[in-house]
């Protein structure tokens, strides 16, 4: 856990503040409140409502609250509709949850993904097989040490531009240059297709044509975006 400032004490009735709950902020935004229970935790989750902000976060007593910037929102929505592009070209099944909230209250643990999926046709596992994080503003919580203590397999986090995915092993999760889950996935070819001012629909299409190029000539040198 990595403290970051403002930080508020538990109170006798936890309240998430207003500015928290803007859906157009510029930067990303996080308060803690420290000295935290588990009933904290969900009183927090039940004022928020069905609300996709602010993501809500538990950690051994201390409950982040963080408001995503729109350019935060942007990305992760942009990496998801690759990613399922990707799945649809090569007929994988799959099942997005978006941010759907993960918590287990023995191992005093709780987060939402920005986008996780599964994969395949069993649509009833308590996790996902893959969950997907944009660093946009850093501090906060340590992610991937909840994502552990849940039980994802898989964690891809976008920093600086670059998607790396993380895999479970040697008791942590480790980089690793190509994702388990999807492996045919060139991760350097989706990041093309992230950066820019460009809609999502016409990234969307771009990257469709750049698989489709790629499956007719895999020794191709794909041009650069432009």
């Known amino acids: 856990m990595i403290p970051q400032p403002p930080v508020k004490t ?9 500015e928290l709950l803007a ?5 990303d935004h996080r308060i803690f409140l420290q000295q935290a229970n588990w009933d904290d935790f969900e009183r927090v989750l039940a004022m928020r409502g069905e609300r996709s902000v602010p993501r809500i976060l538990y950690d051994r007593g201390v409950i982040e609250i963080m408001s995503p910037s729109s350019h935060h929102e942007r990305l992760k929505s942009l990496i998801g509709c690759l990613v399922e592009v990707y799945c649809q070209e090569q007929d994988i099944e799959f099942t997005t949850l978006g941010s759907w909230t993960l918590k287990e209250a023995a191992k005093e643990a709780g987060l939402e993904p920005d986008e996780c999926y ?6 009833t596992l308590e996790r996902p097989h893959l969950a997907i994080e944009v660093i946009w503003t850093s501090g906060g919580i340590d992610k991937l040490d909840l994502y552990h203590r849940l039980g994802v397999a898989e964690v ?3 920093r ?3 998607l790396t995915p993380y895999m479970w092993g040697d008791e942590q999760y480790q980089p690793v240059a190509t994702s ?5 996935l060139d991760l ?10 460009d809609t999502t629909s016409a990234a969307i299409r771009a990257y469709r044509a750049a698989l489709s190029q790629a499956s007719a000539d895999p020794a191709s040198d794909l041009p650069s975006r432009g």
């Not at 859906?23 to 930067?27: N, V």
């Not at 388990?180 to 045919?184: F, H, N, R, T």
């Not at 350097?188 to 001012?197: H, I």
């Open 10 to 18: 538990r109170l006798a009735h936890v309240a998430i503040p207003a």
């Open 160 to 162: 600086r531009a670059r």
């Open 188 to 197: 350097r070819l989706l990041e093309r297709f992230l950066d820019g001012d």
């Open 118 to 123: 599964i994969f395949g046709t069993d649509t």
């Open 156 to 158: 891809w986090i976008w």
């Open 180 to 184: 388990e889950i999807l492996p045919g």
């Open 23 to 27: 859906d157009a902020a510029i930067e």
